[in-house]
């Protein structure tokens, strides 16, 4: 029989942690859409993947939630929004990509042949949260991407999650075994002299990852110098090993934006899963900033049942991702 406990919180995890699959809010039908050409993703609409889940083929979903034997390499063909009468209704309605097949795959030297991929250019790498299929967290790097206007190769580092609502447990855990493969890949970007600046965008549960990442690569040198921004988008981390691991980082802390709002439902639901301990997505600003990190509090900024993906949803906040990006070279 469910515990008492449970039973209390289904209700509240079934509303609140859905947010990190989905975008929460779409953009207003009154918005002027971003032109299709706007980005150099939406020039030539090709999305670099370095993952760590099983692949499943190449159809749709492509890969899936269970874990692969190890990192692979992809390049997928993404439908940017406003290309065509079709695109231009679907584009002012709801701003969202799609997946349309893959170019290539592979997992001989995974790593390296991601590198190469980006040769001569700024890479944004996103890494995304808990509950998201491939192909919501391929269509959210090309919005981000596309929201930026971002002119270098975009980039999405996709982990095992179970893609359910109660697979919080199966995710966090995957979301750790993945941490080798995001080593490799930025090992891997460092290593190629042409990469330019390496930009980390990390939602939810993937500033964990990225963060368990950092910490491995701290006394990297090559990684450091061609670390750009590094922005944790509502950070589904215990606050206290988020000041542990801060303080470790050096140099790198000060290339940390945190987007943070009290108000975030779903890190709520977090925190009393984690025990009651306040996650950093919901911390202090104080706090956070004693520890030399930039901290861009999103309260009453736009409107959001769960105040949880503003930085995708939510122009202002894309702003600071944007202006995180610019300061680091981007």
């Known amino acids: 029989m469910p515990s008492r406990r449970f039973v209390l919180l289904a209700p509240l995890m079934s509303l609140a942690l859905a947010a990190c ?11 002027e859409p971003t032109r299709a050409d706007a980005s150099a993703l939406g020039k030539e609409p090709i ?3 370095a993952t760590t889940r099983k692949p499943v083929g190449d159809r749709s979903p492509f890969f899936g939630s269970e874990r692969g034997s190890g990192l692979t390499f992809a390049e997928m063909r993404l439908s940017p929004p406003g290309r065509g009468i079709v695109g231009q209704v679907a584009s002012t309605v709801s701003g969202d990509w799609a997946v349309l097949g893959m170019v290539k795959e592979t997992s001989s030297s995974p790593a390296q042949r991601f590198a190469e991929a980006v040769t001569g250019r700024d890479v944004l790498l996103y890494i995304h949260g808990f509950n998201e299929t491939f192909e919501s967290a391929a269509t959210n790097a090309g919005q981000l991407s596309h929201a930026l206007h971002f002119q270098g190769r975009t980039a999405l580092f996709t982990w095992p999650s179970s893609a359910s609502l109660w697979g919080y447990g199966y995710d966090r855990e995957s979301a750790l075994w993945s941490r080798d493969g995001l080593v490799q890949t930025l090992r891997a970007l460092a290593a190629n002299p042409t990469v330019g600046r390496i930009h980390l965008v990390a939602h939810s549960m993937g500033s964990f990852l990225t963060l368990e990442a950092l910490r491995e690569l701290r006394d990297t040198p090559e990684v450091a110098a061609h670390l750009g921004a590094i922005v944790l988008a509502s950070p589904d981390v215990d606050i206290d090993a988020f000041e542990q691991t801060v303080t470790k980082l050096g140099s790198l802390a000060q290339r940390m934006t945190l987007i943070v709002d009290p108000g975030d439902r779903a890190l709520a639901i977090s925190s009393r ?31 959001s049942v769960l105040r949880h993906s503003l930085f995708l949803s939510n122009s202002g906040v894309t702003q600071v991702v944007a202006r995180a990006v610019e300061r680091a070279g981007g």
Do not use: N
């Open 21 to 31: 699959a989905q975008t929460e809010a779409a953009v207003s039908p009154f918005e």
């Open 47 to 49: 999305l670099l993947v």
């Open 273 to 303: 899963i984690a025990g009651g301990i306040a996650r950093a997505g919901s911390a202090e600003r104080s706090r956070l900033e004693a520890l030399g990190v930039r901290v861009a509090d999103t309260s009453g900024r736009g409107w």
